[in-house]
Structure formats: C-alpha cells, structure tokens
C-alpha cells in the first residue's frame, strides 16, 4: 500500500496539473470574449458607415459572447475548485510534516474556560488538537467534532464509529469532494437558523389559503381579459354593446376592489414567508453539492448507512426535494420585474410562491435538521478518517469492562512529530489508583499528563491514538494543568487551582469514574499546607473511584505513596547536566526522583548562584 505521502504529493500535483489548464483556458476564454465585443463592434461601425443590414450581422457575434460568458462561468468554478483541491492537500501533507499549526480552523470558538479539560489539554485554540484534526468545512461539522472531543461518548457509539472511520479512511476522494463542495458552504450556512426555520410552525394556512388565491387568481385574469377588451372597445379597435362594455368595466372594478383586500389582508404574512425563506433557501442552495455528494454513495457501515438514509424523506431522495424548492424560488425570483409587480392584486404571483413555501415546509422542512446532522457527523467522521489515514500505525483503543482502568503501552502525544515524541508505558487501575510523578523541571512531568489526557479524549471520540495499544474503561476527564490567576476576577493562582480540584472532585459523583490530571500538586501554598492538603485530596480522589496522576517537584509530596500504597505508587522523570546544558530523555521510571536541576537551570540563564 503507498504511503499517505505519496497518495498525497500524487493528488496534489495532478490538481495543480488540473487547475493550469483550467486556467488557461480561462484566459483563452477571456479573450475570445474581447475578440467577440470588438468584431460586434465592428459590424455595427460596418452599418453605420456603409451598409445598415450589416446590423443584423450583429447577431452572431451577440451570440457567440453569451455563449463564451456561460462557458467561461462554468471554467471559473471549475478552477475554483480545484484550487480548493490543491489548498486541501497542501493542508495534508503539512499535518504530515508537522508544519499544520496555524493554518486551519482553531475551533477558538467552542473554547469554555469551565471545561474540565478542554483548556488544560489544548483542544482549541492555534497549534490546537481541533486544528490538527479538522477538515470540515462546516460549522454543522466542525460543532459536530468539537463536541466529540468535549464529551466522551459509550464503547458501542465509539465503535460504531470505529467502523465508519475505516469505511472512510482509504476514501481520499470522497473526503475531498467533500472538503472541497463544502467550502462554499463555509461561511454562508447558520445550521441553527437554518433547522429553526425548517421545523417553524406554518405562518399561512395553506389549505383555504390555496383555494382562496387559485379562485381570486382566475378571477382576477379573467377580470383583466374584461378590462382589456373594455379598452379595445373604447378606442374602437372592437365593437361591442354598450351594456357589455358598462359589465366588463364594472366586473374589473369589482374583481379589483375585492382582490386588492385580499392582498392587504394577506401581504404582510406573505412577506414575512418570503424574507424567511430568501436566506434559508441560499444556505440550502449552498449545502445542496455536500447533500448530492452524499446521497451518491452507498456505505457498509451501519452508522454511515443511517446517516445516509436521513437525507431521504418518505422514500424521496434529497435531491427532489431540494429540485422542488429551487422551483419555488425561481418562480418567485421573478415577482421583482415590473410588470409582475402591477399585475400582483389579479394573479398573486407572491402569495402562490408564498404558499409554495410553506407546502415545502411542511413536508420537508423537519428534515432540514436530519440533514443538517448527516452532514455534520460525516464531516466529523472524515475528519478523523483523514487522522487514520495519515496515521496507519496508531491503533483504535480497547474498552475494557474492568472499570476504572487505563493500560497504555507506548503511548506518545498526538501533536509532537514522530522524531520529537518520547512513548512511555502507562498503567493502573485495580488495585493501583494512583501515580505520584516527580522530576525537575521541564522533565517531561507535563506532557506525560497531557499525553494520557489528549489520547483519552481521542479513544472517547472515536479517533485513533498515538499509542502501541491502548486499554481504558469509559472514563470523564479532568485536568489541573493550565490554570492561572486573574487579576479581573480578583483569583490567586492558588484559589484558581483549588477550585479546579473542587470541579474534578464534583465530577466524582457523576456515573463514570474520572481520570484525574493534576500538575504540580498545590505548589501555590506553604510546603505544611500542601503536604496535609495533598495527602487529603489525593485520598478523597482515590476513595470516590478516581484514578490519575499528580506531579511534583517537591519530594515532601513523594510520601503521598507510601501513605495510600498499594493504591498507589511513585514515578519520576531525570535529568543530567552535559556540557554546561541540561539534557532529558523524557523516560519515566519508577520511584521518586532523587536529584533537582533548579540551581543548575539558574546558572545556565546567568545567574550567579
């Protein structure tokens, strides 16, 4: 099999291949439109200096011109895609090369500082977990995968899951097509608005309202045909009696009066529709390629196959129905010409779109939503089919009945690139609850937290993970790794951090166990304060079925695993001075730590010590 690479570079240079041509013949085009306004131009010079039937000559050029405007529009879409196309695999093969950060969607958005973790592991945000997974082009799919990493699904939806992503992880093309339809889509599609819309209780009675329009519209044509032949009378093109042309002229009148009170009465509700379903109506156009793409293919997967099967409505494909709005639209597209506008109180060409609308409504617009979520969830799917792809070696995670637990064996994390990632074993659950991690600074304590905490919200997600194997039972995330004071809200860099261990405490009374994330364990503190606060929470943690790991640099703490042994157990990180520089291997073993690098860090930076 090629390497993801290779298929990449091999895709990336046929669409650069693809998107020249196109814009050669763009410019061809451009061109040969000039060619068409100067020969235009010189047929009418022709009639008007020498021979006037030349003028009709001025057809042809005419035509040609509109001709090469159509073609040309089609080109210019067509190079529009495939520099998406080309934008997209530029984007894969620089997560390959670990040169992604900054360059895709950061998901800032979905960021709340009262997450349990979403902060302390770096999931939103520039350099970002969000950032390093997402393709989708929507805001549907990018909430979609941005809830997938805030809130850890069941075993058996994350398996499901598992057997969309390898449906979809050799589909490059569908996963580009995607990516590439639903960029316009990107900006011009509010889902929210869009399903509120769709699902909207109805603002015409469409029933009497129907009848009602059908008969005042015959009425009012037939009543126009009266008016046209009083006048014809008049100027005595037609000769009828006086008594039929007095009828005709007075049934005009009367069919006006009454049709010009229906239309006040109702022109408020119409316009209310009509302004609705402009906008909504554009984001549907706007999602409709994403919607087609979808419809065309035909999954294995059980997830994916229901999925697929929300976009069909009553046995009908999305496709129709979406056929049958767009006609709605262009016929009311051209209720703003003039002459349809004067003719609007006998033929209610906005009251019959109106009630087009709503009937539209009615049968398919609690569908909207269904759609909506097909298209979020695939987009989701494919975002971490596409980290599948890229990633061939990291397994899906095992789900283990024995709860709590976690076994990871050369575990690494997903953001740091293949030559900068240090793998480590990790184990407990059982009896051992509990892993007191110490070491000097920049030892490698952090990233062990972060490792274990960004893989556990990946294999909750659904994703793969950077790891050889990977055992856990479901468990709820909390971290105390980036906390920090506020001057604003007048909070201590302590008072910050207690209150983050009240949450994960809280989070201990939920109905999963919690794997607890803890750095540099209350270092805000007096070392008498934090070594009977420690001892106490470490406890507390452990007594309510939690399992994680604290670390420190304070060795006093190290005694928190003698005191809760054998639920738990000591590791730590070293280092060694070389050449005047300190140097870590970022391996973790057991026991406590028996040396600190502070005082050598501080003569390294200049101080004198």
Known sequence: MQSPRLIYSQLLEERRHEGAAREARHRALGYAKMIAILAGLAVVGLALFDRPLWILWVIAPAAVFAALVVLHERILQRLE??????RYFERALARLDGNWAGTGETGQSYLDPAHPYAQDLDLFGKGSLFEFLSTARTHIGEETLARWLL???????????????????????????????????????????????????????????????????????????????????????????????VLLRDFFLVVLLGNSLFWYRTRERVEAVL??????????????????????????????SRLRALLDVGGE???????????????????????????????????????GVEQWRRHSGPSVRRWLVA????????????HAFDHPDDPFPEFSETSPCLQAEAIGHPLLPENQMVRNDVQFGGDLRLLVVSGSNMSGKSTLLRTLGVNAVLAQAGAPVRAKRLVLSPLAVGASIQVVDSLHSGVSRFYAEILRIRQILDQTSGPLPVLFLIDEFLHGTNSHDRRIGAEAL????????????????????????????????????????????????????????????ALELMRSVGLEI
């Open 317 to 355: 494909p999305v496709s129709k129905r979406l056929a049958r709005l767009n006609r709605v639209m262009e016929h009311l597209d051209s209720r703003d010409h003039v002459i349809v506008r004067a003719m609007e109180p006998f033929v209610f060409w906005a009251l019959h779109g109106a009630i």
């Open 538 to 597: 470490a406890r507390g943690l452990v007594d309510r079925g939690g399992l994680g790991l604290i670390t420190t640099h304070d060795l006093a703490l190290a005694h928190i695993a003698d005191v809760l042994a054998p639920r738990a157990a000591n590791v730590h990180f070293e280092d060694h001075l070389e050449d005047g520089h300190m140097r870590f291997d970022y391996r973790m073993r057991p026991g406590v730590v028996r040396k600190s690098n």
């Open 81 to 86: 895609l495939s520099r998406r196309a080309v």
């Open 275 to 304: 302004q609705a379903v402009e906008e909504s109506a554009h984001e549907l156009r706007l999602l409709s390629q994403v919607l087609l793409r979808i419809e065309r293919e035909q999954f294995r997967s059980p997830l994916l």
């Open 375 to 386: 298209v979020g969830e695939i987009e989701a799917l494919c975002s971490l089919a596409s």
């Open 151 to 245: 809130h850890p699904a069941p075993p058996e939806t994350v398996r499901a899951r598992h057997e969309a992503i390898d449906e979809l992880r050799p589909r490059v093309d569908l996963r580009e097509d995607l990516a590439v339809l639903a960029e316009e889509a990107r900006t011009g599609v509010n889902p929210t608005s869009l399903a509120a819309w769709g699902e909207a209780p109805p603002q015409l009675n469409s029933g009497g309202l129907k009848l009602a329009a059908a008969v005042l519209t015959g009425l009012g044509i037939v009543g126009l045909a009266f008016f046209i032949t009083f006048g014809l009378d008049r100027v005595s093109i037609i000769r009828i009696s006086e008594r039929t042309s």
